[in-house]
């Protein structure tokens, strides 16, 4: 079985400058998340989808990021403009769905460098 | 926000000796779910202990919840030196739309040296 495949694997971009981070979950599963790892840091969630809907965005810098899973499967998550501490790494996982019960599965994220 | 808190931030043992590390959390939960983590594989989710459940073993883990105390422990047995890594504790807990999400601690660093 395929795992959560994301891309690319390390950005280095100039602060204000525009970046997007793409993820393919796992066949089949009905939720992803976008989380963001600042080092030293547990993962810090950012966006929930279930299918294609919102079902929390309640920690997204939402006057920078952005985030999209138009049809339910595929995910990418922008950020513009990137500032200097929104340096980490970025973590797609998925799971069957989110209930009570599900695991989740992540990708090898995507590490970000603000200079 | 956080919702785990691990203990200790940082653990050093020899191979062979068991590693206890704890996490401690403030809201009512689902199940919470350890997961590992080290710089070749990414995070890996290692056992899921239910809300309702004590105890729950997997090869040489063992998982502990009190949900009174709103903590839970994860041991790891004679252990080697791959279990090198971070241990995050994560929290499945309800959202208002009915789905559950899941909040990570800030992790303890294991290190197991040969």
């Known amino acids: 079985e395929a795992g959560v495949a994301q891309s690319p694997r390390y950005k280095i971009i100039e602060k204000r400058q525009s970046v997007a981070f793409w993820c393919n979950p796992i066949?089949?599963?009905?939720?992803l998340y976008w989380y963001q790892q600042i080092l030293g840091q547990g993962p810090k969630l950012l966006i929930q989808f279930q299918n294609n809907g919102v079902v929390d965005d309640s920690q997204l810098p939402k006057d920078r990021f952005s985030a999209e899973r138009l049809k339910g499967v595929d995910s990418t998550l922008k950020i513009q403009p990137a500032k200097l501490e929104d340096s980490a790494v970025y973590l797609c996982?998925?799971?069957?769905?989110?209930?009570?019960?599900?695991?989740?599965?992540f990708g090898q994220g995507t590490r970000l460098t603000v200079v | 926000s956080q919702q785990g808190e691990e203990d200790p931030q940082a653990l050093s043992i020899q191979e062979g000796e068991n590693a206890t590390m704890n996490c401690s959390y403030k809201?009512?939960?689902?199940?919470l779910q350890w997961y590992r983590q080290n710089s070749g594989r990414g995070l890996v989710h290692l056992i899921l202990i239910r809300s309702n459940e004590r105890e729950k073993h997997s090869g040489r883990l063992r998982v502990t919840l009190d949900t009174s105390k709103k903590s839970s422990s994860l041991l790891i047995t004679a252990s080697r030196a791959a279990d090198t890594a971070s241990y995050f504790c994560a929290t499945a807990t309800l959202l208002n739309s009915g789905y559950s999400t899941l909040t990570f601690g800030k992790g303890t660093m294991l290190l197991v040296s040969p």
């Open positions: 809201t009512s939960i689902n199940n």
């Open positions: 996982a998925s799971s069957l769905a989110g209930t009570a019960t599900a695991q989740a599965f």
């Open positions: 066949s089949g599963h009905a939720t």
